[in-house]
């Protein structure tokens, strides 16, 4: 297998606090990975460290072969950063911005790359008034640009839809699946957890160090047993003692006339318990799969991890 990105045991330290603790993550040639973790759980820091912009306290990385601490200016030939909070020229037009970041790279014919990537994120017709005037949405699209405008092969974006508005996030989410199916490696870092389940092909939650990494669907169910709604015409106590003493049951919980069953074996046991719920003459009038979220996942993850720190 192909990894991209190897980091082993990088750890940052501050002197007010530890940033990132022993985080070892390997992400695949042209795999999307999403990061997530609460506010402050290192996820800017392990970025910037990937990136080449600060360096690690302890612990290595290597990204397409080349050394986040040793091989910084190969390294930046090679990645697009996007920052949270991307700063321009304000009294520069969208193009001169661009010209200005794009001269950096001696490879490039910077008036085509320029041209290509101001009309791909809608900017062309803007492109000779000054960023001051700008919306966020249109800056962000920008620092997109900027991004890009070298083809690196391999993308740190950090919360690239935060504080834009539906339609312009879509339109970065739509340019994000464009850069995937290209084969571009992109390490996401976000706060929207339906995005990273609509976007990554597999999730990283970090709290300092590593909860867990995996994809969304083996997440679930590592942490969940699979559960059955059952809408029922009416719930009594028979009905409920008979679905409790079936040993393929874990647990289950009525809500009005529908019954929550927690089963240890989904795909096996539902027409046993189907059975089993006629046979005390109970009317059923609806069976479901309870489908859990994204954030299901993420807040029992972390969760966890803050019971195994105490």
Not at 96 to 110: G, I, P, Q, S
Not at 159 to 186: C, W
Request: aromatic content about 8%; glycine content about 6%.
């Amino acid at each position: 297998m192909s990894f991209i990105i190897k980091s082993s045991n990088l750890t940052k330290i501050f002197p007010e606090r530890v940033a990132v603790k022993d985080l070892s993550l390997n992400v695949k040639k042209g795999e999307l990975l999403g990061l997530l973790g609460p506010n402050g759980a290192g996820k800017t820091t392990t970025i910037r460290m990937l990136s080449g912009i600060i360096s690690p306290t302890s612990g290595s990385a290597q990204v397409a072969g080349y050394d986040i601490e040793n091989e910084v200016e190969d390294l930046h030939e090679v990645i697009g950063l996007l920052t949270e909070t991307p700063g321009f020229y304000e009294s520069l037009s969208a193009w001169r911005n661009l010209e200005f970041f794009a001269n950096f790279y001696a490879h490039l014919d910077v008036e085509y790359q320029i041209e290509k990537y101001l009309k791909i994120m809608g900017l062309w017709e803007r492109r000779d008034e000054k960023v001051s005037g700008f919306s966020k949405g249109m800056k962000q699209k920008l620092a997109l640009a900027r991004s890009l405008i070298h083809e690196p092969e391999i993308l740190f974006f950090d919360e690239p839809t935060a504080g834009l508005d539906p339609q312009a996030s879509r339109e970065v989410r739509d340019l994000l699946m464009k850069l995937k199916k290209e084969g571009r490696t992109i390490f996401l870092c976000t706060h929207n957890l339906e995005e990273a389940e609509i976007l990554a092909d597999r999730i990283a939650l970090i709290d300092t160090n590593l909860v867990a990494l995996d994809t969304s669907s083996n997440l679930k169910s590592q942490i969940f047993n699979k559960t059955v709604m059952v809408d029922l015409e009416k719930v009594n106590n028979p009905i409920l003692d008979t679905v409790k003493k079936l040993n393929f049951v874990e647990r289950v919980k009525q809500i009005d006339n529908q019954l929550q069953i927690e089963l240890i074996d989904f795909d096996r046991y539902v027409p046993d318990l189907i059975k089993a719920l006629v046979e005390s003459d109970a009317r059923i009038k609806g069976v479901s799969e309870t489908k859990h979220s994204m954030e299901d996942i993420y807040l029992a993850l972390i969760k966890s991890n803050e019971g195994e720190r105490l």
